[in-house]
């Protein structure tokens, strides 16, 4: 009876030990982008006393804005397991209807800019769902076919805003706080509000973490799909608004890069690229390290063309760190 004690516990123990192992590298996934910002802020603090100055964090907001706001919508289509690498190319769209409207419309002008990113959005959904394409394939094809959309219709040149009303809304700033931060507050709010307290929130968990299972939970998966570029396209729409306003003009490079950008403040903030998974507050991280990384670089006297190694090391240590190994079957 006394001989057989030890063995139990030997075996207790023995299990316990994976179980605590899996505990804390769940824990190190959860809180590497928290810590990752917090060394960023560090370094950069200690590197440059101008980082922390209250000027420069305004402008730290302002250049995450539209990089957040396009990174929202594409959260979305993350977590269902897609990507859409047609996001700067919409920006650029949007930019360049809000510019040519904002003279007639002022700040009315955002309706058309978001009217028309929603549009390209739904396209992209619609090829994706119906046409069984490849998100991939479908938005890498976008892509291409709104820029060149942008470059026809500028000719390579930059259309100006100069209406007042709609600078001051969409670029201005209220007791020093740069307005493109509140309007990217309130849509954090309504984006976190859709994916963690409606059905469609939960519709998209489950498409990313089975898109057959989901359909025989009775799921109409076309359906969410379509919303989802949908929603990505309207986000696109207002950043491209915001950059527009902010820039003062819309020209035809626009958002080149921003749909890398996006997809790395989703990655880096904790959202795997295989779906399922994610959370908005993991993307405002992402967005913010992806700019404070920038800004950070900038200030510091970094050679322009090694910043691009550094963002491109921050972002495989990202995945690196917080990928889920055991939830994916092959590694492709």
Same mark, same amino acid.
């Given at each position: 009876?006394?001989?057989?004690?030890?063995?139990?516990?030997?075996?207790?123990?023995?299990?316990?030990?994976?179980? @605590?192992?899996?505990?804390?590298?769940? @824990?190190?996934?959860?809180?590497?982008?928290? =810590?990752?910002?917090?060394?960023?802020?560090?370094?950069?603090?200690?590197?440059?006393?101008?980082?922390?100055?209250?000027?420069?964090?305004?402008?730290?907001?302002? $250049?995450?804005?539209?990089?957040?706001?396009?990174?929202?919508?594409?959260?979305?289509?993350?977590?269902?397991?897609?990507?859409?690498?047609?996001?700067?190319?919409?920006?650029?769209?949007?930019?360049?209807?809000?510019?040519?409207?904002?003279?007639?419309?002022?700040?009315?002008?955002?309706?058309?800019?978001?009217?028309?990113?929603?549009?390209?959005?739904?396209?992209?959904?619609?090829?994706?769902?119906?046409?069984?394409?490849?998100?991939?394939?479908?938005?890498?094809?976008?892509?291409? %076919?709104?820029?060149?959309?942008?470059?026809?219709?500028?000719?390579?040149?930059?259309?100006?805003?100069? @209406?007042?009303?709609?600078?001051? =809304?969409?670029?201005?700033?209220?007791?020093?706080?740069?307005?493109?931060?509140?309007?990217?507050?309130?849509?954090?709010?309504?984006?976190?509000?859709?994916?963690?307290?409606?059905?469609?929130?939960?519709?998209?968990?489950?498409?990313?973490?089975?898109?057959?299972?989901?359909?025989?939970?009775?799921?109409?998966?076309?359906?969410?799909?379509?919303?989802?570029?949908?929603?990505?396209?309207?986000?696109?729409?207002?950043?491209?608004?915001?950059?527009?306003?902010?820039?003062?003009?819309?020209?035809?490079?626009?958002?080149?890069?921003?749909?890398?950008?996006?997809?790395?403040?989703?990655? %880096?903030?904790?959202?795997? =690229?295989?779906?399922?998974?994610?959370?908005? $507050?993991?993307?405002?991280?992402?967005?913010?390290?992806?700019?404070?990384?920038?800004?950070?670089?900038?200030?510091?006297?970094?050679?322009?063309?090694? $910043?691009?190694?550094?963002?491109?090391?921050?972002?495989?240590?990202?995945?690196?760190?917080?990928?889920?190994?055991?939830?994916?079957?092959?590694?492709?």
């Amino acid at each position: 009876m006394s001989s057989a004690k030890p063995t139990v516990t030997g075996r207790s123990e023995t299990a316990q030990r994976p179980a @605590d192992a899996r505990s804390r590298r769940d @824990d190190i996934r959860r809180f590497f982008p928290i =810590l990752l910002l917090l060394v960023l802020v560090a370094v950069f603090s200690f590197a440059s006393p101008r980082f922390l100055q209250f000027n420069n964090l305004m402008i730290v907001a302002q $250049q995450a804005v539209v990089l957040l706001v396009a990174a929202l919508g594409m959260t979305f289509v993350i977590i269902a397991g897609s990507i859409d690498l047609s996001v700067g190319a919409i920006v650029a769209l949007a930019a360049l209807v809000a510019a040519a409207t904002s003279a007639s419309l002022g700040i009315y002008a955002i309706v058309p800019a978001c009217l028309v990113g929603a549009a390209a959005g739904l396209v992209n959904g619609v090829v994706v769902a119906k046409g069984k394409v490849p998100s991939f394939i479908v938005t890498l094809g976008a892509m291409v %076919v709104y820029r060149g959309i942008v470059l026809f219709f500028t000719r390579g040149a930059p259309i100006s805003i100069d @209406d007042e009303r709609f600078l001051d =809304l969409y670029s201005g700033r209220t007791a020093g706080i740069p307005h493109s931060v509140l309007i990217a507050i309130l849509l954090i709010a309504i984006a976190a509000v859709m994916l963690n307290l409606t059905v469609f929130g939960r519709e998209v968990r489950a498409i990313g973490g089975g898109e057959r299972i989901a359909l025989l939970t009775g799921i109409r998966v076309d359906r969410v799909k379509i919303a989802i570029f949908v929603l990505s396209g309207l986000m696109c729409g207002m950043a491209g608004l915001l950059q527009g306003a902010r820039a003062m003009a819309a020209t035809a490079q626009l958002g080149e890069g921003l749909e890398l950008d996006a997809i790395a403040a989703v990655v %880096v903030g904790g959202t795997p =690229l295989t779906g399922g998974v994610g959370s908005i $507050q993991g993307t405002i991280l992402g967005a913010l390290i992806i700019t404070i990384l920038s800004n950070g670089m900038n200030i510091v006297g970094l050679d322009p063309y090694f $910043q691009n190694i550094v963002k491109g090391l921050v972002l495989v240590l990202s995945v690196f760190v917080t990928i889920d190994r055991k939830k994916i079957g092959i590694i492709k």
